[in-house]
């Protein structure tokens, strides 16, 4: 009878205890023993998972809309999906983390060791992601997004959390008598989330460096403060001195191919002025153009205005004064304007526009424009005729006299008014003027400014 009395308050082994009662006994432990540890390690990690999920497709969001403009274009298709892989691997595995941690609190048994998960996370996610920034970072001198720069923030701040949450883990183990030994298994996770975490160290330092340090012109590195790098001064500095928008017509082929171009404005010059225009007038014979007026003006001042003649005895254009019916009513006239368009959310450094008219025989029309090229066609029937193209150009040295139509094939002591420089070589385009970032890639922005068919201008 004793016996029976004594088996009716035996208490129960855990592991026969029921679920509801275990659960109770478990979050009774967190709340009286260490709720301050629990709450950080679940609080810490919840948090960070759900920052670098929405910060990682925030990012992908903001480099698949990226545009082409000055410098700067779209990322490599290549970049973009390995972006989008290793974020779609990387929010599973921090998503099974949260849930992960989640069910360790709460219940004491999570489903996979926290250290385990852990490792996971940063060899499928952190890694990877980090990997493909410090890609970005080599190749561009601005960050192409805010999010580019919270996604280091946020690794920096799980490596910290990564290295706390084991310690506390296992400050919270000692203090239980139950817990099992499983420090062999243990080690070689930590292993190997320590491996990871060195190697996520090292992308973080190599993207802080790409980002705030640049190479001057001196052969020497300079830190950047964070106003100084959203300013894009440095892109002003580096990128944007001495190189203007030229134009070369068709017909300035005598005697050499591409020997004559037209500066029409430099970059820098729309830091104050933000809308220019410019107009190109010409008389042709022969197919040749004899005469030509070139000007620019703003809607309220004219900011210059040259004459040249062709001579037939030195195959050259020579400077003349600009006088009245310098061009006749029956001469052709490419008329441009031309807006900056300032930097914004998928546009790095901003980009120029421009607009185009062709007059000819005092009759408008509008040209055909196809990248740097453009044609004019009359009538439908006509085949398109190529008048020129409009492209971005850096000289190679400085023009010692301000002369806007530029000789590519005299030297500085042939004609002192024209500027040498080796065009079809290194400046005829934009993307063999710009190397970018302190790697020196290629540029993926435009060879010329963007045509503007909306972009409002009369003859």
């Known amino acids: 009878m004793n016996t029976m009395a004594s088996d009716n308050f035996e208490l129960l082994q855990e592991s026969a205890q029921p679920e509801e009662r275990k659960l109770c006994s478990h979050l009774q432990k967190v709340f009286t023993t260490h709720p301050c540890l629990y709450g950080f390690m679940f609080i810490a990690i919840f948090i960070l998972d759900l920052a670098q999920i929405c910060n990682d497709w925030l990012l992908i969001r903001e480099i698949i809309f990226l545009r082409q403009g000055l410098v700067y274009g779209p990322l490599s298709p290549t970049i973009v999906m390995v972006l989008v892989v290793a974020s779609g691997v990387g929010s599973l595995a921090m998503g099974f983390e949260m849930f992960n941690v989640s069910r360790d609190v709460c219940t004491g048994r999570p489903w996979g060791d926290l250290e385990l998960v852990s490792a996971i996370v940063v060899w499928a996610e952190e890694i990877p992601t980090m990997t493909i920034n410090f890609a970005i970072s080599m190749c561009h001198n601005e960050p192409i997004s805010m999010f580019q720069m919270s996604k280091t923030l946020i690794v920096a701040l799980s490596v910290v959390i990564r290295i706390a949450v084991p310690l506390i883990k296992a400050y919270l183990s000692s203090k239980d008598a139950r817990a099992s030994d499983t420090r062999f298994r243990k080690s070689v996770y930590r292993v190997i989330t320590s491996a990871g975490l060195c190697l996520t160290l090292c992308s973080i330092v190599a993207v802080v460096i790409f980002t705030h340090v640049i190479a001057t012109d001196e052969r020497k590195f300079q830190f950047r403060v964070p106003s100084e790098i959203w300013s894009s001064q440095f892109a002003h500095d580096t990128y944007f001195t001495d190189v203007g ?140 005729e190529l008048l020129g193209r409009l492209v971005y150009i850096k000289p190679m040295t400085v023009l010692q006299e301000s002369h806007r139509l530029i000789d590519r094939t005299h030297t500085i002591d042939d004609m002192a008014d024209h500027l040498p420089y080796k065009i079809d070589q290194e400046i005829l385009e934009g993307e063999e003027i710009w190397k970018t970032g302190m790697y020196g890639c290629e540029c993926t922005g435009k060879s010329g400014p963007s045509y503007q068919s909306d972009m409002t201008l009369s003859c």
């Not at 062709?358 to 740097?372: L, Q, R």
Request: contains cysteine.
């Open 245 to 384: 928008i030229y134009f070369h017509h068709s017909e300035l082929n005598e005697p050499v191919k591409d020997q004559y171009w037209v500066k029409l404005t430099e970059i820098n010059d729309f830091e104050k002025i933000h809308n220019m225009y410019a107009k190109i007038s010409y008389v042709r014979r022969n197919n040749k153009i004899n005469t030509l007026m070139i000007a620019s003006y703003t809607d309220s001042e004219e900011l210059f205005n040259e004459c040249y003649k062709y001579q037939e005895e030195t195959n050259q254009y020579v400077f003349t004064d600009c006088v009245a019916d310098f061009i006749p009513a029956s001469g052709e006239t490419l008329i441009f304007r031309f807006a900056f368009e300032e930097p914004q959310q998928y546009l790095i450094l901003g980009d120029i526009v421009y607009s185009v008219r062709y007059k000819k025989s005092n009759i408008c029309y509008n040209p055909t424009v196809n990248g740097t090229n453009i044609y004019h066609n009359a009538t439908e029937e006509e085949d398109l």
